[in-house]
């Protein structure tokens, strides 16, 4: 039996309260869903099947470039991260799976592991960091990492990922994501093909080292921490590198890594059909990498990605089958609150794009009567599907209402009497 932190009595209590409303509620949204033609049961299975998997750096409080403001009872570590991130997946019974960040995680491989059987959690992909420099390490990547024009820096920045591989193997991770700060901050400061060269045969050498099994994400974001040129700055880019490098490369998208009013839902279609959609890493923004919550500036562009995700799914598209992750920064809320409602907007998405009548909407397509076609997502989207939810979290043992029974719980209050105070740290926004 898994060791929580917060009893399963509390949200059985909880859980009383709201179950006579969230029972009417259920079985008022099945008899609408029935006059479409749709079984509630379908989709609530589905959800129940959907998981997403948490940054361990999204636990702990981040920072902007002026200042982190700590918050109570920040995880001090990699087992108390896990701690953290067992407590919103006991809540929302969405996320079984844990993304580690090498170096900050770094730790005896067999405690990880237990810590993890433990806590019934798993380990999802494994990210490694040459964005910042790591204590003592013996080369700096102040100019760059993989793409590096020193030739002893890129050696070192590959052993760390090679070393971010073996990690992985010995807790059951499957893959092994890669995002790098390379790029310039002035016009003729970089050579963009000599670079886009290096970075290249350095992800070869990663490669080479790649298990069978095992998937390699390469992830594209357009600017920052360089503000000129990034080597890997967009999707076109990204997709170059997983041909290049072989049938376990796939491009990784972060929504929040592209221009102002980008068409994602299109890039991700894009990747689908020539087989290079690795997964995601979900968050929303409104200017640039802002790393909130899913959902919460543009949740309509969130079910628009996830349309095409149902779409493909229901095409059969071949071996489609790509990661969800969360990467998040939390600067002005608790992060377990956070992630718990991320974890619920992302398969709030899904539920409503398994809404769409896809058969209705081919035949507008056909037809080209674009207001109906708009319209056949709209009415997808405008469904309340919170009981489909809140009922999938229920039948697995989460909370009805995940926020309110984790406030019920007292858990913040509870570890920040045993977490010291944190006065500064690491990083926080990727
Ligand atoms: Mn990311």
Redesign the pocket.
């Known amino acids: 039996m898994a060791e929580f932190r917060i009893a399963q009595d509390l949200i059985e209590n909880e859980n009383d309260k709201r179950a006579a409303a969230l029972k009417a509620d259920y079985e008022a949204l099945g008899a609408t869903l029935t006059r479409r033609g749709v079984d509630i049961e379908a989709i609530t299975r589905k959800v129940a099947e959907f998981f997403v998997a948490v940054?361990s750096w999204g636990v702990g409080t981040g920072g902007t470039r002026f200042a982190r403001f700590p918050g109570a009872g920040e995880p001090r570590g990699i087992f108390d991260k896990l701690d953290d991130c067992a407590v919103i997946n006991q809540l929302t019974q969405a996320t079984p799976n844990v993304s580690l960040h090498i170096p900050w995680d770094r730790a005896d491989t067999s405690e990880l592991k237990a810590k993890g059987d433990a806590l019934g959690l798993g380990f999802d992909a494994m990210?490694s960091n040459t964005f910042s420099d790591a204590p003592g390490q013996a080369y700096s990547y102040k100019y760059g990492s993989l793409s590096h024009t020193n030739a002893a820096t890129r050696a070192q920045a590959v052993e760390h990922n090679l070393e971010c591989i073996e990690i992985g193997k010995r807790i059951g991770s499957k893959a092994l994501?890669v995002?790098i700060g390379d790029g310039s901050n002035f016009p003729g400061q970089s050579n963009f093909t000599k670079a886009f060269e290096r970075y290249l045969t350095s992800m070869a050498d990663i490669y080479k080292a790649l298990p069978d099994d095992w998937k390699l994400f390469s992830?594209h974001?357009m600017y920052e921490p360089a503000f000129y040129s990034t080597v890997v700055q967009d999707w076109g880019t990204n997709y170059l590198i997983a041909q290049t490098l072989g049938p376990k490369a796939y491009c990784?998208v972060?929504l929040?890594?592209h221009a102002p009013n980008t068409n994602i839902e299109m890039i991700v279609a894009r990747l689908i059909q020539f087989g290079k959609l690795g997964g995601f890493?979900f968050?929303d923004s409104k200017y640039g990498?802002d790393?909130l919550d899913a959902g919460v500036i543009d949740p309509y562009r969130l079910f628009l990605v996830f349309n095409e995700l149902v779409d493909a799914e229901q095409r059969g598209v071949n071996d489609f089958n790509p990661a969800h992750?969360i990467?998040q920064s939390h600067n002005v809320t608790d992060p377990i609150e956070s992630l718990i409602n991320s974890a619920n907007e992302i398969r709030r998405a899904y539920a409503q794009a398994l809404l769409v009548d896809r058969k209705a909407l081919e035949g507008y397509q056909q037809d080209n009567d674009a207001l109906m076609a708009s319209e056949t997502l709209k009415r997808a989207y405008r469904a309340d599907v919170e009981p489909i939810l809140a009922e999938a979290r229920r039948r697995a043992g989460g909370a009805i209402d995940p926020i309110a029974a984790y406030r019920a719980s007292g858990y913040r209050n509870k570890v920040a009497a045993e977490r010291p105070a944190s006065v500064a740290g690491g990083g926080g926004i990727?």
């Open positions: 940054p990210n994501t995002w992830e974001k990784l972060d929040g890594h890493h968050n990498d790393d992750m990467d990727i």
